[in-house]
């Protein structure tokens, strides 16, 4: 007997190939039957008038941490993912040893804007090695879970202080190889380094004082198990971005191998930075090399309160420096001295107009109710002054919980972006999900592919939008028997209604260990989602099922 049917769905089945209507058998996991399905099982859905596709997949995510408290990752399974990347950037918390676990909260503190307090509130510290690490989330896992390992924390377990500073001597090299030998027999999907990031003391992370020697004895023991290398780099720039595309073809080439690199934004000022990016991804792709830009579905939109430190204002020296050292006192003393005021208010002019458009999101205070959904400049005006001393006084008023919106800061030109997202040469992703929690809301990118780009924009079919999440993703992972809805495929399904999914507003929540808040968004028209044969989500509310998979596994 089956385990499960989902009946009378329109089947959009990975592949690309035209839905067609009929049923999915499932059973032990794996989907047993496609068609007509005559059996009964313990448990049947009714899909009729719904999409039956693959589980969408998430290849760039920094969950991590959140996998220690929430199996589920929340809210990814109810955007209709079942399978996510977390690791990316240089950036894994394993393996790691007890003397680093600081550094390494200190890097996602400053990278991922992770605040401190979770960790030290939702985090048991009680693995070291990657294996440990993956025994202790698969205790309580919903989602599947396909781990990168940092190259930072590679380099911090073998050189301890000295990855700060310097490259690997030969004796270390072999260390750092029989290390991520052992992660990926242990069941990492590969290796991810980042040639931009900086660490909670604005130096650059380990990963970057590594030379093109220490990367490519990396990337020869990936090749030995054929797995991935994602790579961050100079994303603002293009012409340093063609050069890293040029040494990932390298790489990939001489090691037989898949890479990735993430973001690429579409910068709305400069429209030739995108062509030269892609004309050179063609070129090494008619060469045979596999070098993966990843493009997100979302347009740029960042929150920020001067509370935390705000990636808007990483620019912006005299800012930065504030937010990122200075106590909430110390803060405000900078905000009411008037020399330091006049020296922050110009810094910021240099950004031209751009503070104008920011929107008040959030104040404590009654008194500035009023003022919510306003821009700055329509505030400034009623209060007859400057919309840059507007946000600092606000600030003031607020005792530093006035929260303002920048939306609209890249990757809104939806005719570049749609072509992008349906040229086969692009790989979809790059959400970020799990990261940047008080910036914006990394969840919701798939529901907005769908809304946007399929039914408003008609980028993509809806099979073409459904393939490039599903088996696009998992053939570039390589993770196998995943992301098709064939016979003995994993059961990995998300069933939605074509004409409503879409990504819900974004909205301010607590719910991060330490009392913390983080932006979400619901997802809309997703019916049901099935990970490893078994329900976890279905009609709003999550199941207790704990199926989830490492992928690829040990
Ligand atoms: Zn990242």
């Not at 698969?138 to 930072?152: C, E, F, R, Y």
């Not at 220490?214 to 293009?238: K, P, T, W």
């Not at 012409?239 to 040029?246: G, K, L």
Request: glycine share 8%; hydrophobic share 40%; net charge negative.
């Amino acid at each position: 007997m089956l385990d499960l049917i989902i009946r009378n769905g329109t089947i959009v089945d990975g592949t690309g190939m035209p839905g067609f209507t009929g049923d999915i058998g499932i059973k032990d996991g794996k989907i047993a039957l496609t068609g007509s399905i005559l059996e009964t099982a313990a448990e049947e859905i009714d899909a009729s008038g719904k999409i039956v596709s693959p589980g969408f997949i998430d290849p760039h995510t920094h969950f991590d941490a959140q996998l220690l408290w929430d199996g589920r990752a929340k809210p990814a399974i109810e955007h209709g993912i079942t399978t996510i990347v977390p690791g990316n950037c240089s950036l894994s918390l394993a393996p790691l040893k007890a003397e680093h676990r600081m550094k390494l909260v200190g890097m996602f503190n400053q990278i991922e804007e992770m605040p401190i307090k979770a960790f030290e509130e939702g985090v048991e510290w009680d693995w070291e090695t990657f294996d440990e690490f993956l025994t202790r989330i698969k205790k309580d896992l919903t989602i599947n879970v396909a781990p990168l390992v940092g190259h930072s924390v590679l380099r911090l377990w073998v050189m301890g202080d000295a990855s700060m500073h310097r490259t690997a001597d030969e004796e270390e090299l072999s260390q750092m190889q029989d290390l991520l030998r052992e992660c990926l027999r242990n069941g990492a999907i590969g290796l991810s380094t980042s040639f931009i990031d900086m660490d909670e003391t604005l130096q650059p992370v380990p990963s970057r004082y590594a030379d093109q020697k220490e990367l490519g004895a990396l990337c020869e023991v990936l090749s030995e198990f054929n797995r991935m290398l994602q790579i961050v780099h100079e994303f603002y720039d293009a012409d340093v971005t063609v050069a890293r595309i040029d040494q990932l073809a390298e790489i990939s080439l001489k090691y037989k191998i898949t890479t990735t690199f993430s973001p690429l934004f579409v910068n709305s000022t400069d429209n030739d930075a995108v062509s030269k990016v892609m004309a050179r991804v063609d070129e090494q792709f008619e060469r045979g090399a596999r070098v993966w830009p990843q493009v997100q579905t979302r347009p740029i939109d960042i929150s920020f309160s001067f509370e935390v430190p705000s990636l808007l204002f990483i620019r912006l020296p005299s800012w930065y420096q504030i937010m990122r050292f200075g106590t909430h006192d110390e803060t405000v003393a900078a905000f009411k001295d008037e020399d330091k005021r006049k020296q922050l208010v110009a810094e910021a002019q240099s950004m031209g107009p751009l503070w104008d458009k920011l929107v008040l999101r959030q104040v404590a205070s009654d008194a500035n109710q009023q003022y919510v959904g306003k821009t700055l400049a329509e505030i400034a005006a009623s209060r007859n002054t400057g919309t840059i001393d507007t946000m600092i006084d606000l600030s003031l008023e607020e005792d530093l919980q006035a929260h303002f919106l920048a939306s609209n800061m890249g990757h809104n030109d939806n005719d570049v972006v749609g072509s992008l997202l349906a040229n086969p040469r692009v790989h979809l992703g790059a959400s970020d999900g799990g990261a940047h929690i008080l910036s914006f809301a990394t969840y919701g990118d798939t529901g907005y592919l769908f809304s946007q780009f399929v039914r408003n924009c008609k980028s993509l079919s809806l099979e073409q939008a459904v393939k490039k999440i599903t088996l696009d993703t998992a053939n570039i992972w390589g993770m196998e028997g995943r992301g098709v809805l064939q016979k003995g495929y994993m059961a990995d399904i998300t069933i939605f209604d074509a004409e409503k999914i879409a990504r819900g507003d974004e909205y301010y929540t607590q719910d991060v260990p330490g009392d913390g808040y983080r932006y979400v968004r619901d997802g809309i028209g997703i019916d049901a989602v099935i990970i490893g044969g078994e329900v976890a989500y279905q009609n709003g509310e999550y199941t207790d099922s704990t199926n989830g998979a490492i992928i690829p596994g040990a």
